[in-house]
């Protein structure tokens, strides 16, 4: 959990509630920790046999090194890593005022393909009635249109087959609408003829028609974009901006209306701080923050800098590590076994206190943290804004080599997805793998499948031979 940055979910209350008890739960457990290796600084000088062994339970395997029978106090085999690691958040605490360190670095983000749809939404709920009636009417006059007599008039025409839309997409509406206009003339005649009875639009809904489809393709397009692969958080922000714009331009009722609750959509957007030290290491729209907004990037930045020090300093409890190697091929179940790891990691804990290097380790963090400050400081002031047509993941792999701690922390934040395109993509494939006839697919098989199928590595024509293998490969092993 401590090594987790962000978990990017939709805008339901759900969702948004269990990120926020998963961080409350993170906070929690950091808070424990900090106050029981305060309790152990102030008995340092004293005998360690008042240590509590409840944490130790919590964190490692109690069937591997827990013995009840074994009642006497111990020193938490953790205790030097977690005191190690509170440390640095209390060193930004005491320079920092007024900053909650001790909280946890987990923060949710909300998907931005899903908030543009909310827009949408919004917008067409608190219209006029007269647009969601001429929707349905639309509707009604598609279905009329897909029925087996008008759709073999369509093909012997060659005209393009009409498309029923999602009433909970808004995107499949604008589609539909499109896919109508195409067919204006087409109902036309129909009406003319009054072919059993056709009855088509009249001119001013047909414009009106028009009028919304044109007011919803800059919104389709923003949405279309935001299905990139490598899409940041300020290319959202960019094609939010644009949308916006957009919008505010055409000032019709409806374009208003739609930017309104973009507005409104977007100051819940920006009080989230991962999107702030987005948009602060992003010079394309850094100029759009305010001076608190600034404050609050640079001090989450402080916070996040803090946390990916202590991961990496922080030794890994690994069975599978060299602390364990030499006792790999006996029984974990074992009870001299689990005291002989018990006191493998005392050992080692002891080494590591008594080493010189580690009494100067506090001295250089403050020191680390101190630079990280003055280069957040000295990038606010002298960093220009740049083309908003720049990429800005290539502007920071250039700067890879003159600011590397900078680099660090923008390849982190710059990393979170914007959206979970991805995840519905994974969830649109699975249904041409798992198809009602192949029900009893094994789920590693499964998994493999949607691997080759979701990643990108065999477009090249040079490596469709090894797809056809491999996809050959895996067909076998259903059998």
């Given at each position: 959990?401590?090594?987790i ?8 209350a759900n969702?948004l509630?269990t990120?926020?008890?998963?961080s409350?739960?993170n906070?929690?457990?950091d808070e424990?920790?900090?106050k029981?290796?305060k309790?152990?600084n102030?008995?340092n000088?004293d005998?360690d046999?008042?240590?509590d062994?409840?944490y ?10 827990r ?6 106090n111990?020193?938490?085999p953790?205790?030097e ?6 440390n ?7 320079s920092?005022p007024?900053s909650?360190f ?5 923060t949710?983000?909300r998907c931005a ?6 827009v949408v939404?919004?917008?067409l709920?608190?219209?006029?009635k007269g ?18 007599t ?13 498309i029923i839309?999602c009433p909970t ?7 539909m ?5 195409l067919l204006?003339?087409?109902?036309t005649?129909?009406a003319v003829?009054?072919?059993?009875k056709?009855e088509?639009?009249?001119?001013a809904?047909w ?12 919104i389709?397009?923003?949405?279309e974009?935001l299905q ?10 960019g ?5 916006k ?15 309104d609750f973009?507005?409104s959509?977007e100051?819940y ?6 999107l ?7 010079p394309?729209?850094?100029i759009?923050?305010?001076?608190v907004q600034?404050?609050k990037?640079k001090?989450?930045l ?5 946390k990916m020090?202590?991961l ?5 409890l690994?069975?599978?590590?060299q602390?364990?190697s030499s ?5 974990t179940?074992d009870d001299l076994e ?11 804990s002891?080494?590591s206190q008594?080493s010189?290097?580690?009494?100067s380790?506090?001295s250089?963090e403050?020191l ?16 220009k ?10 502007f920071?792999q ?6 590397p701690e900078?680099?660090k922390?923008?390849?982190v934040t ?5 959206t ?10 699975l ?9 009893n ?8 499948q949607l ?19 491999t ?9």
């Amino acid at each position: 959990m401590d090594q987790i940055y962000t978990v990017t979910t939709d805008n339901g209350a759900n969702m948004l509630k269990t990120v926020k008890l998963l961080s409350l739960c993170n906070k929690d457990s950091d808070e424990a920790i900090l106050k029981e290796n305060k309790g152990v600084n102030d008995n340092n000088d004293d005998n360690d046999e008042d240590i509590d062994l409840e944490y130790l339970d919590l964190q490692l395997d109690p069937d591997k090194l827990r013995d009840e029978s074994d009642e006497s106090n111990e020193h938490e085999p953790e205790e030097e890593m977690y005191h190690h690691t509170e440390n640095i958040l209390q060193i930004i605490e005491d320079s920092i005022p007024y900053s909650d360190f001790s909280s946890s670095i987990l923060t949710g983000v909300r998907c931005a393909a899903h908030t543009l749809q909310l827009v949408v939404d919004d917008a067409l709920k608190n219209t006029t009635k007269g647009i969601s009636l001429l929707i349905k009417k639309a509707r009604r006059l598609v279905k009329k249109l897909r029925t087996s007599t008008f759709l073999y008039m369509l093909k012997k025409q060659n005209l393009k087959k009409p498309i029923i839309d999602c009433p909970t997409r808004w995107c499949s509406t604008v589609i539909m609408l499109e896919r109508l206009l195409l067919l204006k003339d087409y109902c036309t005649e129909l009406a003319v003829t009054k072919f059993e009875k056709f009855e088509t639009l009249t001119d001013a809904e047909w414009a009106k028609i028009e009028e919304v489809c044109q007011i919803l393709q800059p919104i389709k397009t923003c949405t279309e974009k935001l299905q990139a692969e490598q899409l940041t958080l300020g290319d959202f922000f960019g094609h939010w901006l644009q949308t916006k714009l957009a919008m505010k331009k055409m000032n019709t009722s409806f374009a208003m209306l739609i930017f309104d609750f973009m507005v409104s959509r977007e100051k819940y957007l920006l009080e989230n701080d991962v999107l702030l030290s987005a948009l602060f290491l992003d010079p394309r729209f850094k100029i759009f923050l305010e001076d608190v907004q600034i404050e609050k990037a640079k001090t989450h930045l402080k916070h996040l800098w803090a946390k990916m020090m202590s991961l990496e300093d922080l030794p890994a409890l690994n069975p599978n590590s060299q602390e364990f190697s030499s006792s790999e091929s006996e029984s974990t179940s074992d009870d001299l076994e689990s005291l002989l790891k018990l006191k493998e990691i005392h050992h080692n804990s002891s080494i590591s206190q008594s080493s010189p290097s580690v009494q100067s380790t506090q001295s250089n963090e403050h020191l680390s943290l101190r630079r990280i400050e003055l280069l957040l400081e000295s990038y606010h002031q002298e960093q220009k804004r740049i083309s908003r047509n720049t990429n800005i993941l290539e502007f920071w792999q250039e700067k890879s080599t003159i600011d590397p701690e900078l680099y660090k922390l923008a390849r982190v934040t710059l990393a979170v997805p914007a959206t979970q395109v991805s995840v519905e993509r994974l969830f649109s494939g699975l249904k041409f793998i798992l198809s009602p006839l192949r029900t009893n697919v094994n789920e590693e098989i499964l998994e493999d499948q949607l691997l080759v199928r979701a990643n990108r590595i065999f477009n090249k024509k040079d490596d469709m031979y090894v797809c056809n293998l491999t996809l050959m490969f895996l067909t076998l092993r259903t059998s």
